[in-house]
């Protein structure tokens, strides 16, 4: 079984479109995150929730708004899409200390 | 403002031999560590993780060095083989489960 999965895996797309990307994690933790990582590899967080509820939001451009249903899942919606927003988009939760890490999702916009 | 940098992008050994990766961190109050490896097309993964009450830890053909006095960490991988070949992260966890990566370290293992 998969223990932080993402969907979709690849997603490519026009500029200004909106699109979502969703996350699920079957592992029981309270506290999921969206990070960002660049061509270059580096890894930036962008949110985290804990139980649901928004705990990290690390200056973000409001076109992202991410969404914890319950907290299992925490998806990620992206309006207006840019350039620039063309990255890998991992989810990961944890339950104390280290995170779990889903697949990835590669976003590419045209 | 916090930071955890690797010292090399980039780091090729070659299979068999022994293959340290350096991380540095500038927060004293860090008390937690941990290294990820994170494969060609997967999510980071990880590996092992220290304690600051910890100099060392042990797993399978990895070992960590925690020098809290230079604010250094390390991971060392014993006999490198070809599946090593990755993109190793350190992360310090402080608060909330909040990690800060560092830029991460690109290993290839030469056959």
């Known amino acids: 079984d998969t223990a932080v999965s993402q969907t979709p895996k690849y997603l490519v797309t026009q500029m200004g479109n909106d699109k979502s990307i969703k996350c699920e994690q079957n592992?029981?933790?309270?506290?999921m995150y969206w990070y960002k990582q660049d061509s270059k590899k580096f890894l930036k967080i962008m949110f985290s929730?804990?139980?649901?509820?928004?705990?990290i939001n690390e200056t973000v451009p409001n076109r992202f708004s991410p969404k914890s249903p319950d907290k299992a899942h925490l998806n990620l919606h992206i309006n207006s899409l840019e350039l620039g927003d063309s990255a890998v988009y991992f989810c990961?939760?944890?339950?104390?200390?280290?995170?779990?890490f889903g697949p990835g999702t590669r976003l590419l916009v045209l | 403002g916090e930071s955890v940098g690797l010292h090399l992008p980039t780091l090729s050994v070659q299979e068999g031999d022994n293959s340290i990766i350096n991380c540095a961190y500038s927060n004293s109050a860090s008390d937690y560590f941990i290294w990820y490896k994170q494969e060609s097309g997967k999510g980071p993964q990880f590996i092992i993780d220290?304690?600051?009450?910890?100099d060392k830890r042990q797993g399978q053909r990895v070992t960590v060095l925690l020098n809290k006095t230079v604010k250094h960490l390390s991971l060392q991988i014993a006999a490198t083989q070809p599946g090593d070949s990755a993109v190793y992260f350190c992360?310090?966890?402080?608060?909330?489960?909040?990690?800060?990566f560092g830029d991460g370290t690109t290993l290839t293992v030469k056959p």
């Open positions: 929730y804990n139980n649901k509820e928004l705990i």
């Open positions: 990961a939760s944890t339950g104390f200390e280290a995170q779990y």
């Open positions: 220290i304690r600051s009450n910890m």
């Open positions: 992360a310090e966890n402080r608060n909330a489960g909040k990690s800060t």
């Open positions: 592992l029981g933790h309270d506290t």
